[in-house]
């Protein structure tokens, strides 16, 4: 049976072509199209493309692709939900996944369908974690893999990256044109660029949606909060919810929020203002690096998505957002990076205004892990102490003492 992409936009379908995944007609991103039918989840399994492969727009799984994603665990936050009587709070940590980021579900599902299509070169757009999940995927699959990232990438991003062994081709110029002209290169040269919202990519961040709901026993969550940049991983979120919705799984959907850095918050923007379309910002500037798109491929959809689902699209500052990125760490253990804890962030936000329940579920996706971030800490501001070896026990008992008073 020929596969297909749809547009949610037009309500047009089309074959399947990886080489150019934007409708040609309105330019809104594509989704992959699922054929009517009854879909099983199998509980039995282990990995979770096994769990949901009747969710996935595959019907075998190629073991040697894999890397060991997704299962990510479902964390209660016992200290923080204490602080603000929001007793189910957890957080979906995604930074257990191979490169430490939720990427890498999407490039795992991106990854099956293009060397299923016997496509033998790969590529992405990115700055960032997707480049490095694309880069370790593409060594796994000894493809050649091509990573377009631009001219001034930091020394620690182009290594995270550059140590799986693809090629890096350092660009000048516009971010934004640079993705859709990766298009017309990669069909002239035989590269499948898998970029921020391709509709295999945004199967699997459906996954992490998918699997929300049975870690809370076969329940969606009230609400879900995640951050937001070109949009693809929010977009799978929704779609998560809306299969199992369709399917009579569920009878309602979670409340979906997305959160933005302040200093490249597009799409919370037109949401503030009730635009339809999300216009282009021109210059980005936040700690929370990995989420600044500022011409958000995926901005109509996720604005059209939320609004019809009651959901909203949060910017949080700076200040906001390293302050929950500490808290974080040094209340339940998960060190995440700042576009991570633009979720918390948004999470107090709301708090402000009573709107939570204490039998309400809220879930934060946390999408990195913090480690690939140390940059933005601040080594002033943590406190040590200094001891010599004879006056150890002494340093020892008073740092006891001081700790005593802080625990809560
Ligand atoms: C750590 C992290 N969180 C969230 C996002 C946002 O995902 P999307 O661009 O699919 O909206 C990104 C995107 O690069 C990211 O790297
Ligand atoms: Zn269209």
């Known amino acids: 049976m020929k596969e297909l992409f749809e547009c949610l936009a037009c309500d047009k379908k089309f074959p399947v072509d990886v080489f150019n995944t934007f409708c040609p007609d309105c330019k809104e991103p594509l989704l992959y199209h699922y054929p009517e039918k009854k879909r099983t989840i199998h509980k039995d399994q282990t990995h979770a493309f096994e769990v949901f492969l009747d969710f996935l727009p595959f019907e075998e799984i190629d073991h040697s692709l894999l890397l060991g994603e ?28 191979p490169t430490g980021s939720f990427k890498d579900r999407g490039t795992a599902v991106a990854i099956q369908k293009v060397i299923s299509l016997k496509i033998d070169k790969i590529g992405t757009v990115s700055t960032g974690n997707m480049a490095t999940s694309t880069a370790a995927y593409g060594a796994k699959a ?63 961040y459906k996954v992490i949606g998918l699997e929300i709901f049975l870690q809370l026993g076969k329940q969606p969550p009230d609400y ?76 109509n959809m996720i604005l059209n998505m939320i609004r019809q689902n009651n959901g909203r699209i949060l910017a949080v500052s700076d200040a906001d957002i390293l302050a929950a990125q500490k808290m974080l760490a040094e209340k339940e253990g998960i060190f995440c990076l700042p576009a991570s804890a633009t979720i918390l962030a948004g999470f107090f936000q709301m708090a402000k205004t009573d709107i939570f329940k204490a039998t309400d579920k809220v879930v934060l996706v946390v999408t990195g892990t913090g480690m690939k971030n140390m940059k933005v800490l601040n080594p002033s501001q943590m406190s040590f102490f200094h001891s010599s070896l004879s006056n150890l026990e002494d340093t020892l008992l008073s740092t006891i003492d001081l700790l005593r008073m802080s625990v809560d």
Do not use: W
């Open 70 to 97: 997704g299962n990510s665990p479902l964390v209660k936050l016992k200290r923080i939900s204490k602080g603000c009587h929001v007793p189910f709070m957890y957080v979906k940590d995604e930074s257990s996944n």
């Open 224 to 299: 879900i909060f995640a951050p937001v940049s070109s949009g693809g991983h929010l977009i799978g979120l929704v779609r998560a919810y809306l299969e199992l919705k369709q399917q009579g799984l569920i009878e309602r959907l979670p409340i979906f929020i997305g959160v933005q850095a302040e200093g490249c918050s597009p799409i919370a923007r037109a949401f503030r203002t009730g635009e339809s379309r999300v216009e282009r910002i021109t210059k980005a500037n936040t700690v929370a690096q990995a989420i600044t798109n500022p011409d958000p491929p995926g901005g």
């Open 142 to 204: 000894n493809r050649r893999t091509f990573v377009l990232i631009k001219e001034d990438i930091s020394t620690e991003k182009l290594l995270s990256c550059g140590v799986y062994g693809p090629v890096m081709i350092k660009v000048a110029g516009d971010y934004g044109e640079l993705t859709y002209k990766s298009f017309d290169l990669g069909r002239k040269h035989g590269i499948c660029f898998m970029n921020a919202v391709d509709p295999f990519r945004i199967e699997g």
